[in-house]
């Protein structure tokens, strides 16, 4: 009953992310106007209004109009659901629980806005940031880098609460200026921007929540599958012969070969960095402490 409960309970959240993902970027209010389809912005109806259940009993079509619903609606709902699921099982009801599950809700939001709209909202990440800050004072990142610090520092065994607080700070710094220096570094090697500011932001917030060491993990994640993904979408749009009636005008205009033009539009192609940071931040607190506690013993009796 306690996890029919969580994944219901899930699911309904997943539906009020939904409209988070789809208003915040619009710069519109998630608590009004009602919930509404968004081809014929008629109000839906409760009974419509069941999160999964309703679009799949709808065949993915709204009542009034029958356009097609996206397929991210129930998507987000159910993998919501099984976050909470998920959390309620590794946590219980707990302090930490709770954290993570407002750290997976915020990830989620930020992950599927960078995937439609190549946008990460300030709203979402100061929001989160804030968040990460008020619950490392009762349920600490657990990397544990502050304590040792503030000993060999100032020679003081500083209370709990400051311990966690440092050790969120030092999250959100180091994830944040690891971006900004990476991204600074890219401007002045190639001449144009790598990443925006939303990446940084999206960094500091999740440093907040995992401390130093879960950030690092989560920025060596996400870069190294950014890049191997980037690299096969490159060579899928190049092989596809994306744009290619526009490298054809750009090389009759004399500006480089058909080929040397579709290689130099395909690898433009801007990806989500966030969306990588995302998943890589969900796979860190789902499996970083198991891969941890695995890895290091082996290591050692190596």
């Excluded at 915040?24 to 106007?33: A, F």
Aim: hydrophobic share 55%.
């Amino acid at each position: 009953m306690a996890i029919a409960f969580a994944f219901f309970f899930g699911l309904v959240v997943g539906s009020f992310l939904n409209v988070c993902i789809t208003r915040i970027p619009e710069d519109q209010s998630v608590i009004t106007p009602r919930s509404r389809c968004p081809h014929c912005f008629h109000p839906i109806r409760v009974q419509d209004n069941i999160p999964l259940l309703s679009w799949c009993l709808l065949r993915g079509r709204c009542r009034d109009c029958r356009a097609r619903i996206s397929l991210w609606y129930p998507v987000i709902e159910l993998l919501t659901g099984l976050y909470f699921v998920w959390c309620y099982n590794a946590f219980g009801l707990s302090v930490p629980g709770v954290k993570w599950l407002f750290f997976g809700c915020f990830l989620i939001v930020l992950t599927v806005t960078d995937l439609r709209a190549r946008l990460l909202p300030d709203a979402v990440t100061w929001t989160g940031f804030g968040i990460g800050l008020a619950f490392s004072v009762a349920a600490p990142p657990q990397d544990g880098i502050a304590s040792p610090l503030i000993w060999r520092v100032l020679h003081l065994v500083p209370p709990r609460a400051v311990v966690g607080l440092t050790d969120a700070l030092l999250g959100a710094a180091f994830g944040g200026l690891m971006l900004y220096l990476a991204g600074w570094l890219y401007r002045k090697w190639r001449g144009r921007e790598g990443m925006g500011m939303g990446d940084v932001k999206m960094m500091a917030m999740a440093g907040a929540f995992l401390g130093l060491r879960d950030a690092f993990l989560t920025i060596l994640i996400g870069t190294a599958l950014g890049t191997v993904i980037g690299l096969g979408i490159v060579l899928a749009l190049y092989a596809s012969g994306w744009k290619r009636e526009v490298a054809r005008r750009a090389s009759r205009r004399g500006l480089g070969s058909v080929r040397a033009v579709r290689y130099a539009l395909a690898s433009r192609y801007q990806l989500p960095l966030g969306a990588f940071l995302g998943v890589a931040a969900l796979a860190v607190v789902a499996f970083a402490d198991y891969a941890l506690h695995w890895w290091l013993p082996v290591s050692f009796a190596r």
